[in-house]
């Protein structure tokens, strides 16, 4: 418990964290702080596009393997089968509806991209390196939840599942941007990176430090608005469901025998919740879907629950039974 409390204390004031809680105090306040759209935009193509890229230069000098072929299965099962245990639980801790339910439950089958990142940073302070196609596998971690809670809808004769909405799904502008920059690190490699290393290298940690800025105001937003709409039960959902996703993935990195890094990232990959490719989903196919609930949840509740609280204690279970290395 000690090295818990140890690892959330290094992670709260570590200078990422901060300044997602400066982002969440300003709009909690109503200060007129703000990021013009463009901007923010700009700060997303960067991260995902630095994120993809270097996972695909350390694929390249790793080279492909069972392991890896074997990893990418287990994000694609994880995350087309999580839904359906967030959607149980959401229907037994609330008395939310089918829709809104599904539509919660699909968020916690795909991942935050940017929790992915801090925990990527977390594990490079402290110098633990990590598979490079971890990253590849936060890509195929996307759409299979959406699919999976339109699914659940369907039950219910509600899906507005066609061709145009798997195209748009698949296509989103996110999942093309990493992998496209994944694939773009693979075939260049190290020759590659050496070309554009001090564009994605040293004003990385910073770029993230607005991003999360800019994800703290928007929380916060979300947060002063949504009051009264959430209830004890949803809330209780917000925080206990990344953990139960965090033990899946530690159990499912267990049996793949990735390292100590690989494992941290599929537990958080498992425990993360989307608010950018699925919230656009739901927006088309479950328009009936109240965003106040699942973005809320996603963005407000269990994002900075990973942030400050969720990773060390991941990091501490994979240390645990890893050994550490």
């Known amino acids: 418990m000690s090295e818990i409390l140890t690892l959330a204390t290094e992670n709260i004031i570590s200078p990422i964290i901060l300044s997602f809680v400066l982002g969440l105090l300003a709009a909690l306040g109503r ?15 960067y991260l995902l ?26 994000g694609v099962v994880l995350s087309a089968l999580l839904p359906f245990l967030a959607y149980a639980i959401l229907r037994i801790l609330s008395r939310l509806d089918r829709t809104n339910a599904a539509a919660v ?16 940073s977390l594990l490079a302070q402290r110098g633990i390196a990590s598979e490079g196609y971890m990253v590849a596998v936060a890509a195929v971690m996307e759409a299979p939840a959406i699919l ?15 061709a145009g909405l798997l195209r748009e799904i698949l296509l989103n502008g996110s999942i093309v941007l990493l992998v496209g920059a994944f694939l773009i690190g693979w075939i260049t490699g190290a020759e590659g990176m050496g ?102 949840l996603s963005l407000g509740i269990t994002f900075p629950f990973n942030l400050t609280v ?8 994979a240390t645990a039974v890893t050994g550490g290395s």
């Open 195 to 296: 070309k554009i290393e001090p564009f994605i290298g040293a004003p990385f940690q910073g770029v993230l430090c607005l991003f999360l800025l800019d994800m703290g105001l928007i929380a916060g937003r979300g947060l002063r608005q949504s009051r009264g709409t959430l209830g004890a039960g949803v809330l209780l959902f917000g925080v206990t469901m990344p953990v139960i996703g965090s033990f899946i993935g530690l159990g499912a990195a267990f049996l793949l025998g990735l390292s100590l890094g690989g494992t941290v990232l599929l537990m958080i990959l498992a425990a993360s919740a989307s608010y950018i490719a699925v919230p656009a989903a739901m927006r088309v196919a479950l328009p009936e879907a109240d965003p106040a609930i699942y973005l809320t």
């Open 31 to 45: 200060s007129d702080l703000t990021f013009p759209e463009a901007a923010a935009k700009a700060l997303s193509i």
């Open 148 to 162: 999976a809670a339109l699914w659940l809808v369907s039950r219910g004769g509600k899906s507005r599942m066609d």
């Open 49 to 74: 596009f630095a994120i993809g890229f270097k996972g695909g230069v350390s694929v390249a000098g790793h080279g492909v393997d069972f392991t890896l072929v074997a990893t990418l299965a287990t």
């Open 105 to 120: 439950a699909g968020h916690y089958g795909s991942i935050s991209i940017v929790t992915f990142l801090a925990g990527s």
């Open 310 to 317: 969720g990773i060390p204690i991941y990091f501490a279970l």
